[in-house]
């Protein structure tokens, strides 16, 4: 076994591999860039090395200063993680030469399955399932219009280099192949140095379900199930499960076979994933194999009680696979979430800045449930615009589906980030949203049920009732915390008010305390709009999860002071709360209400960026839809376009620029 080995990677996978090692008695080397100084996977890992400037294409990326670290350390293998030069067959072929093991599979493998376009004519000659599409090279945006018109509307074009969403493209008619072409390929070109796309039949209702390969190199092969991963947004995965609630157990079973004979054809060792697509009738058609770790990999992991990592090292030390097909079992149900920062109320647009408050709930099993939190920052920390936005992966396993959704909707409910936007509202709705818990899944359901993007969610009369005990609880708490100081002037009366009114976003909830004293712990009962309920809570000022009970429910909530009340957050709700007496609520309907700013005549920067172009010019006539200028952030490419037709009379910025979140891009008459 190996004694030392060195992470090619930053973040939430280097810190998820260093606890691994640590647990195997293996030391580790961290690499970091000047923004990873003070990252966490540098401070866990047993020695750091520093590789260069921020920019992964000159850090990260650069394989000469990974394998210069191992030299320089001493470290005998490399775990490449998930990205960067996880899947370069040059990298892995080149520690070869210089006698470092690459934790992962042969160049052989990497080359026949990295590249998407030669997987699949490789599967087309193993016998596998594999989607129409046009598998040549594509000259030019004419010839994509003539092999999309062949195959048929609509059409998936795809970097062949791609991943993680980069690179890709539907287009649903000529004009869409045109500019789908042009960004899949600059995308392309900027994200893997490799501008090739091809195009093939995108299926209409789609699942993205994946198979979890393992492999060694005495020839024994297995499969450890799958994992549904069809909530997607822009291509790019945000919650995925084990097992996935559409498959049965022909299917499963046709799936793995399939998968492990992929594996054994090209010879895979190390652990692997072959991605499918699924369609209504289960009918699956392979779409790449990622010869790498997954980001998803947590939820096998629970599902198995198999370390994919432990694996992995084992197997690139020569160690035979010691388990059997007929050995691994599915148990239960897990659920990741991927917390990213970005604005969910801003089209997701990505978030930087940083973490002035970073507190994940416990990890850990209570009960039937585990907690698991895959992260690699902490508070204080600073998410950079240098590379993926993810935060953390949030994961629960329990018996049952719905028991691991509720667990997840809890865990989600006490996570707390502060200081930058993040897309936790969104994952908490997306946790009892009816359709999502009955598994009626497709990797279209985020832009079919969310069609205008995810807007602030207004609660309905039983989430107001939980809002407004929320609420008051909190204000009771800090009037009792007030009344007991030590210097107060004057004494506390003792008498406590009897009617309450809570507002809650722009209702008004009446609330009637039944009990006259506050007692700490909050132990009360009130009557919400005519409705007794108990409300419990340890509760205390200053803390930002309040947890508790309101007529005997479980209830998990984010509370923080705003002007004259406070906000609370829970289960994707984000609501202003505000306490008065009666007479107060009387006039505070009275109020006028501010409106914000007029910005329809300006084109903002809606995320911190760099401009990639600019597409008019001053005095030009633009009609709608037309784009108007490209801003790149955290590795993806956005395009914006005018919603309406107009003129445009003055451009503030221009191509190379950085600019920060709503600034002026360029102004219309």
Known sequence: MFKKILIANRGEIACRVIKTARRMGISTVAVYSDADRDALHVEMADEAVHIGPAAASESYLVAEKIIAACKATGAEAVHPGYGFLSERASFCAELEKQGIVFIGPKPKAIMAMGDKIESKKFANAAGVSTVPGHLGVIEDAAHAEVIAGGIGYPVMIKASAGGGGKGMRIAWNEAEVRDGFERARSEAKSSFGDDRVFIEKFIVEPRHIEIQVLADAHGNVVYLGERECSIQRRNQKV??????????????????????????????QSAGTVEFIVDRDRNFYFLEMNTRLQVEHPVTELVTGIDLVEQMIRVAAGEPLALAQEEIRLDGWAIESRLYAEDPYR???????????????????????????????????????????MIAKLCTWAPTRLEAIEAMGQALDGFVVDGI????????????????????????FIAEEYPDGFAPMKPDRTEEAVLAAIALSASLIETNRRERFADRLRAASGALREHWVVKTGDSHVAVQLLDGLVTIPFDMEMAIEGENNSVVTDWRPGDPVWSGKVGGRDIIAQIRPVLNGVRIDWQGLSVTAKVFSPRHAELDRLMPVKLPPDTSKLLLCPMPGLVVSIAVAEGQEVKAGETLA?????????VLRADRDLVVSKINAAAGESLAVDAVIMEFA
Request: net charge neutral; glycine share 8%.
């Open 239 to 268: 919650a995925e499960e084990a097992p996935s609630p559409f498959l049965d157990e022909k299917t499963r079973k046709a799936m793995g076979e399939q998968s492990v004979a992929l594996a054994r054809a090209v010879d895979y």
């Open 630 to 638: 490209i801003v790149e952030a955290m590795k993806m490419e956005n």
């Open 421 to 444: 936007e993040h897309n936790v509202p969104f994952l908490s709705a997306l946790m009892k949203h009816p359709r999502w818990r009955e598994g009626r899944l497709s990797t279209g």
């Open 347 to 389: 089209n997701f647009l990505p978030s930087i800045g940083r973490l002035t408050r970073y507190r994940p709930p416990a990890e850990g099993r209570t009960g039937n449930v585990t907690v698991r939190n895959d992260t690699g920052v902490f508070e204080g920390a600073e998410i950079s615009m240098y590379y993926d936005p």
